[in-house]
């Protein structure tokens, strides 16, 4: 009797521990459905706004987005050649037309006036215009800059303008950071529109120097990932130092070995966007230089660089220090893979004398076809009046892209070392070999641009006995 009552016991008290077991677990799986109702969910379009119809499985984007190659050419440089663009015063107009909630800008520096120049060129107007209106802007919706912090000698009018106009203003401390400067040019307009190129927040950059971008227009996708660059550099305003690693929030999907697949002008294309100093590189993202390199080796045919300074040096460094990356692979393509390479250099009253040997010892590395005798390099020297030539710091092509049998390269570094190794620039890649749509291509379009630069009367071949008194 004794062991039936303390069975009866123990199975009483068996039941109801069940009981109670099965009363929380019940519980605790009623609180996770509802956490899970009421949570954000993780997943792959939580890096890119709702519209950018971003596909999860493939990595693809669905806006329609529309790519036009922008160009400024100097007053009174004049080709003989149907190879023409838009004026990038006029793409900056358009976008500030089309702009409705947000305009994002990173630059260097800003001289938008003849004020700032001290000088009286008519052609400033345009510089005036756009400041003009980026004020008017700067009162009716966000407008933020993310600026190279001005040396003191340097106008700052334009900025004070802006500020006082509604602008939010915040400058990079590049010197502090990386002992380089915040060399990008670009614009975000209400995250879905991009500018990204060679020209500075200057009214030169617009009529009296020679400079090449891209717009794209409606791509949410695109314009969120380059807003990541835009936010490294706004958290860097107000930074002491760089983040190692960076918060997950500036991290992206998108680079060389994983581009991000969209349609530009109803052409398949893959994109990415690069960036420097590799410490401002956030997980995923493709350093400036190691997407240079990459599409170098991805070249079979031929390697059209137009740049205003190249040079295998630290430019800026001293002591002095080689530096040899891109020259170095420029040297194995050619010789490997008899890829034909070309450079288009600027020539002008600032172009290091020390660039001519460096250049010169490129052309003699003549790769193992014998079919290729045309000239590597030619100097492109843009022609000055006696007025024009009073105008400082101008009258220059100031390009910064490559152009290959696969890809279009649009950056806004110059080739040294320094703006690769301490200086933050960005660059947009694109790949649209798998077109099949009679739509030109940016590759085919940037092609065109460098054959009629590298064919017109302001090239001229570099030799052996070429000299920088000579020429510029």
């Known amino acids: 009797m004794e062991w039936r009552r303390k069975d009866s016991r123990e199975a009483q008290l068996y039941s109801r521990c069940v009981i109670a077991l099965t009363t929380v677990a019940t519980m605790l799986l009623a609180a996770m459905a509802i956490y899970s109702l009421l949570s954000p969910r993780v997943s792959v379009s939580q890096s890119v706004p709702s519209n950018c119809r971003l596909l999860q499985k493939d990595m693809s984007c669905l806006d329609p987005c529309k790519i036009v190659l922008v160009e400024s050419i100097p007053e009174g440089l004049q080709f003989n050649s149907s190879t023409t663009h838009p004026s990038i015063f006029q793409a900056w107009l358009n976008l500030m037309g089309e702009a409705r909630s947000s305009l994002d800008i990173a630059s260097f520096y800003w001289t938008l006036t003849n004020e700032d120049t001290g000088t009286h060129d008519p052609t400033a107007y345009q510089g005036e215009t756009v400041l003009k209106k980026l ?107 760089i983040p190692s690693p960076w918060p997950s929030n500036f991290s992206t999907l998108f680079n060389k070995d994983t581009p991000l697949q969209l349609p530009l002008n109803n052409t398949p294309s893959d994109v990415y966007l690069s960036s420097s100093p590799p410490s401002f590189c956030a997980a995923g993202r493709t350093s400036d230089l190691q997407s240079i390199l990459s599409v170098m080796d991805d070249a079979q045919s031929f390697i059209y660089i137009a740049v205003m300074n190249y040079l295998p040096t630290m430019e800026f460094l001293h002591p002095k220090r080689y530096w040899a990356d891109i020259d170095t692979q420029l040297r194995r393509v050619a010789y490997e893979k008899q890829v034909k390479v070309r450079l288009l250099i600027s020539c002008w009253a600032n172009t290091p004398p020390l660039m001519f040997p460096f250049l010169k010892s490129l052309a003699s590395v003549k790769n193992n076809n014998p079919a290729n005798t045309s000239p590597l390099q030619r100097l492109f020297v843009v022609p000055a009046s006696h007025q024009q030539k009073e105008i ?23 080739w040294s070392g320094d703006y690769f190794v301490n200086t933050a620039g960005s660059a947009l890649v694109i790949n649209q070999t798998a077109s099949q749509t009679l739509e030109p291509t940016v590759q085919s379009q940037l ?26």
């Open 135 to 241: 004020a008017e802007l700067s009162g009716k919706l966000s407008v933020r800059i993310a600026v190279n912090t001005p040396e003191e000698s340097q106008p700052k009018y334009n900025l004070r303008l802006l500020n006082d106009s509604g602008a939010d203003i915040r400058t990079v401390n590049m010197q502090k950071l990386t002992s380089g400067v915040l060399h990008t040019k670009f614009w975000v307009v209400d995250k879905k529109h991009i500018y990204i190129g060679s020209a500075n927040m200057d009214w030169r950059s617009l009529t009296q120097v020679k400079e090449l971008g891209a717009v794209v227009y409606n791509c949410s996708c695109l314009a969120a990932d380059l807003g990541k660059i835009f936010e490294a550099y706004w958290f860097l305003g107000v930074s002491q130092s």
């Open 447 to 472: 092609k065109a641009v460098f054959e009629r630069d590298w064919n017109s009367e302001y090239s001229t071949p570099l030799t052996q006995h070429s000299h920088t008194r000579d020429f510029c």
């Open 392 to 414: 400082p710091f101008a009258r220059v092509n100031h390009n910064k892209y490559m152009v290959t049998d696969k890809i279009a390269y649009i950056g806004t570094s110059n």
